[in-house]
């Protein structure tokens, strides 16, 4: 079992409307968890990351963790063309450490 | 801003020679990491650095060293440049551990080992 996964898409979903990214990890000691975005040949960026259980909305981003079912998930609202790119969810096994693990990605295309 | 550079963005190399990437980061960051990106198989870890001459391993080292005489320089070495070892290659930094520390991306190098 991989220790991070997602679906690798592509997920398409018209202008305006919610996408939907999730992605499940086998960690269960796991501290904190990032949502990076990566443009066709470009290095990734981070959108926003999340360590509590619950929901963290960030304008039009919210992140969604749920530590029982160990699953992370990306809501992106009111999508744009521009927000077409690839997803990649990224776990921090340790809180004393940057070490990341991250998923294979997600990728989003978001047509007019 | 802060700023990640890498040496190239487009590298060729030969079998069996010795090839280094470098990266420079502005920002005084602690923590330094190396990542080959392929397609299907994500962003690995080769090998990361929280100080100064201290290193420790990722998930893929084999192949590869580092070097860090500097605190804003982090040097990627392959020994042999082998064909498997055709990737992207990103460098990232970030501020402090503490887990919760954006970790900032270069440019990427396109390696290709013919």
């Known amino acids: 079992q991989k220790e991070v996964e997602q679906n690798s898409g592509p997920l398409s979903v018209p202008e305006g409307a919610i996408a939907s990214l999730n992605c499940t990890y086998s960690?269960?000691?796991?501290?904190?968890f990032f949502w990076y975005r990566q443009y066709s040949g470009k290095s990734p960026e981070l959108i926003m990351f999340?360590?509590?259980?619950g929901d963290k909305e960030d304008g039009r981003f919210t992140a969604q963790l749920n530590k029982a079912s160990q699953y992370v998930s990306l809501l992106i609202r009111d999508s744009q063309p521009s927000d077409s790119a690839t997803y990649l969810c990224a776990v921090n096994l340790r809180y004393n450490t940057d070490k990341l693990i991250f998923g294979t990605g997600t990728r989003l295309q978001v047509f007019p | 801003d802060v700023k990640v550079t890498q040496s190239s963005r487009y590298l060729v190399k030969r079998t069996g020679e010795k090839v280094f990437l470098e990266c420079v980061q502005d920002m005084d960051h602690e923590n330094m990491f190396w990542y080959r990106q392929d397609p299907g198989l994500g962003l690995r870890l080769i090998y990361f650095?929280?100080?100064?001459?201290?290193?420790e391993k990722g998930d893929i080292p084999e192949g590869y060293s580092v070097s860090r005489e500097k605190k804003e320089r982090f040097s990627l070495i392959l020994e042999s440049a082998s064909t498997n070892q055709t990737s992207m290659y990103l460098c990232?930094?970030?501020?402090?551990?503490?887990?919760?520390?954006?970790?900032?991306f270069g440019p990427g190098t396109r390696l290709t080992v013919l």
């Open positions: 650095s929280y100080d100064v001459k201290m290193k």
């Open positions: 999340i360590y509590s259980n």
């Open positions: 960690d269960r000691g796991s501290q904190s």
């Open positions: 990232a930094s970030s501020l402090l551990a503490g887990g919760n520390n954006e970790q900032f």
